[in-house]
């Protein structure tokens, strides 16, 4: 059995996250990688957490039932990508202490390239108090004080991106 890992990607809305997990999941597929799961912050929000807000109490519950999910699936030899705002230091640390090979990846952008990017209309919502509770404008984001990788998103193409986390995961010996 191959040895699971957590790939934990943490940053603003907008900053990537997803579109870098989808691109470095299908490089481990190509890779050969036989178990590759993907937990994506929209889809566990429908399908495991529809019954939590935004709140900082929220928030932190559905970190609590991804790491937890996370936490099965990396020790039992599945490469996991999590790709969660995940706001909060002490959340992260706990997901950190848990899971199995844990790799935080801190999406970095600039937040004027975030707030230009806005494909959801999010931040602009935010700033018109149609959003409450929103991370960056209404709600704190506490950058990662120690990430293992460090992608900034406003000049690193995505497969410049994609290729750093391959090569960290080569050089710890987790992927050949």
């Known amino acids: 059995m191959n040895d699971g890992f957590t790939l934990w990607f943490t940053g603003w809305s907008g900053s990537g996250k997803t579109t870098l997990a989808i691109e470095v999941e299908k490089s481990l597929k190509k890779y050969g990688i036989p178990y590759v799961q993907r937990l994506d912050g929209d889809i566990v929000r429908r399908d495991l957490s ?34 969660f705002i995940s706001p909060y230091r002490e959340a992260r640390a706990t997901a950190r202490s848990r899971c199995h090979n844990f790799i935080e990846i801190f999406m970095k952008c600039d ?34 004080l120690d990430p293992e990788i460090t992608i900034d998103s406003g000049r690193l193409s995505v497969a410049e991106a994609r290729d750093l986390i391959i090569q960290h995961l080569k050089n710890k010996g987790l992927m050949g």
Do not use: C, M
């Open 50 to 83: 529809r019954d939590l807000g935004f709140t900082k109490k929220d928030r932190d519950e559905n970190i609590r039932r991804v790491t937890f999910v996370a936490e099965l699936l990396s020790k039992n030899g599945v490469a996991t990508l999590v790709s």
């Open 111 to 144: 937040p004027e390239i975030l707030k230009n990017r806005d494909v959801k209309g999010f931040y602009q919502k935010a700033k018109n108090q149609q959003i409450h509770n929103f991370t960056g404008v209404s709600d704190p984001y506490e950058e990662p």
